[in-house]
């Protein structure tokens, strides 16, 4: 397909609002795109590499700039550019604005396109292509230079309108409404091949292009054999914020796991060939995480892809704050001296492949299953799930007490609180369905005043902990919950040297104590609850800090909490 039909279809689809009729266009300009199906099908979403390929151009806005100038003639400046890019807000319209085809004296004859300023030297979408993906390899000492040589090529000779759609390509500035629903819908009636293969062969491959040529040329049969393919990373679902009343409302029980506070990353790794690494935005980030590839070496014995996310761990292998790991996600040099400063762990939650099959339809359970038995691999096969490195655990249960405990235990440890999930939930790739759940654990918080605690047991039995959380009622303070959730052991302590002046009586482990010290305490709902003097109960009371600036008189009362319900 030559480069100026593409520029003036993609040109009738800008000037369309109504996405019925882009994706008419879309359709049509599928049917009609021959051998370059494939290239046609990523450009008109103004890609120029399938979403699986990292590979990107490389160039700066100002390479650009630089290339549409030389084009444009030896009196135009890449400020002249810079220039009209400031009146006119858009680079198609800046690169549109300029006659191109003077350069070799070519200006004198007319393109075949709709617009016809063009030097009459045919591009095709297949130069195009080529041209770009010569540019994205440019690298070392010049290529900046190559990179500006080979862009002014293609802008040299390029009409108006193919100049216009080339510039917002190069640029990742495409914007003519042509998303990923678009690409499928049309793929689907351009080959009549229903939608939902399409989308899930799309999930599978995360390339528009392959899965438009297969649609056409071997239709639901062989969408239908599009499979995962180590390497070729899939799009990580996601999660959305929802409460533990609402997850055990809608599911007979919740899939429990820790939220562990890192980066997301996605394991490929085939035991007779490669093992790569990938963010979350499908980018490769292998070299820098050795430890996940050294994991891989020595844990697994199958070809898999799993995900999961990288942590970054003290010398005592507990867990560091996020902003630790980003330290080590992308860096590509020094990675060496990095992982002296601070080292990462990698901890599984799912598996999408193992040994040969796609597991992606499977339940989350399954898939579990699956997971743990991937990562016991070797001699330990049978051991117990809590010891196998890597696993994050899933826990199954019905109950909001066992959740609050999952939840506090993962807080003790450092992590971040809990996810809740669909434990019959397929892998969503790309999704932020309601499968997956971060829990949100604040509707809102309230400031009470503690009136009573226990002792802790064990390693904590000289700490205060299980502190009794009071609102006011008139001159009288009513209880409303109890609170243990939330508080490291450090803060415990902290606490204890706050409350123990205010010791009024004990018997055993309890303490009454006076009215000295309020908590802020988030929660996520308030229930009517005859357990409680006030005649209601917080759910899920998790302790966020204490008002130091706050009088007991001061804090909330029974009339705010009514209204709070
Ligand atoms: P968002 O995904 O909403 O854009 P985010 O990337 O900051 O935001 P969160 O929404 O806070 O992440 O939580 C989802 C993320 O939590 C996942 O993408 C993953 O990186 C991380 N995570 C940690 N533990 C788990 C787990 N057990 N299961 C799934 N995701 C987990």
Request: proline letters at 4%.
């Amino acid at each position: 397909m030559e480069f100026a039909t593409f520029a003036d279809r993609v040109a009738a689809i800008d000037a369309e609002s109504a996405d019925l009729e882009i994706v008419a266009h879309v359709r049509d300009l599928f049917e009609d795109a021959g051998d370059d199906l494939p290239v046609v099908a990523r450009f008109v979403q103004g890609r120029v590499f399938p979403a699986w390929d990292s590979t990107t151009l490389d160039i700066g806005p100002n390479t650009c700039y630089e290339a549409i100038a030389r084009a444009a003639g030896t009196n135009v400046a890449a400020d002249d550019v810079e220039e009209r890019l400031a009146e006119r807000g858009e680079i198609g319209d800046v690169a549109a604005s300029y006659d191109f085809g003077g350069q070799q004296g070519l200006g004198a004859f007319t393109g075949g396109g709709g617009d016809s300023t063009g030097s009459g030297d045919d591009l095709t979408v297949r130069e195009v292509d080529d041209t770009l993906t010569e540019l994205a390899a440019a690298e070392g000492a010049g290529s900046q230079d190559r990179k500006v040589d080979l862009l002014f090529g293609l802008f040299n000779r390029c009409s108006s309108s193919e100049a216009r759609y080339l510039a917002r390509l190069v640029l990742s500035e495409m914007r003519i409404g042509v998303g990923e629903g678009t690409v499928r819908d049309a793929i689907a009636e351009a080959f009549e091949v229903p939608e939902d293969r399409v989308e899930r062969a799309l999930q599978v491959s995360n390339d528009y292009g392959q899965v438009a040529q297969v649609a056409r040329d071997e239709g639901v049969s062989g969408l239908d054999g599009i499979e995962l393919e180590l390497g070729r990373p899939v799009q990580a679902m996601l999660a959305q914020a929802g409460t533990v009343t609402d997850a055990l409302e809608e599911w007979d029980e919740a899939g429990v796991e820790w939220k562990y506070d890192g980066a997301r990353i996605q394991l490929h790794h085939d035991p007779g060939g490669q093992t790569r690494v990938f963010s979350r935005n499908m980018e490769e980030v292998t070299d820098a995480l050795p430890e996940v590839v050294e994991f891989a070496a020595e844990t697994l014995d199958e070809p898999v892809i799993l995900d999961g996310e990288v942590v970054a761990i003290d010398e005592d292998g507990s867990p560091l704050p996020f902003q630790e790991v980003l330290k080590r996600f992308r860096r590509k040099h020094d990675v060496a001296k990095a992982r002296e400063d601070v080292s990462v762990r990698p901890v599984f939650f799912d598996c999408l492949h193992a040994g040969g099959e796609d597991l992606l339809e499977v339940p989350l359970t399954s898939r579990h299953e699956r997971l743990e038995s991937v990562l016991a691999a070797g001699p330990d096969r049978d051991q117990d799930p809590a010891e196998v490195d890597g696993l994050s655990l899933l826990w199954l249960t019905d109950d909001p007490g066992e959740i609050e405990a999952i939840d506090a235990d993962a807080l003790a440890a450092g992590h971040e609180g809990i996810m809740l999930k669909n434990p019959d939930s397929a892998y969503s790739p790309g999704r932020r369905g309601k499968n997956w759940r971060k829990r949100k654990p604040d509707v809102d918080t309230l400031d009470c005043v503690v009136t009573g605690a226990e002792w802790g047991e064990g390693r904590r039995a000289t700490f205060l902990g299980t502190f009794e959380l009071s609102v006011r009622d008139g001159d009288e303070l009513e209880t409303v919950g109890k609170v243990a959730t939330g508080i490291t052991d450090e803060k415990l302590e902290e606490l204890t040297e706050l409350l123990d002046p205010h010791i009024a009586a004990e018997e055993g482990q309890n303490v009454e104590l006076e009215p000295a010290v309020v908590f802020e305490v988030g929660y996520e709902e308030i229930q009517a609850s005859p357990t409680y003097s006030s005649g209601y109960a917080l759910r899920f009371p998790r302790f966020v800090g204490v008002r130091y600036d706050k009088d007991p008189e001061e804090a909330d009362t029974l009339e705010r909490l009514r209204n709070l319900q």
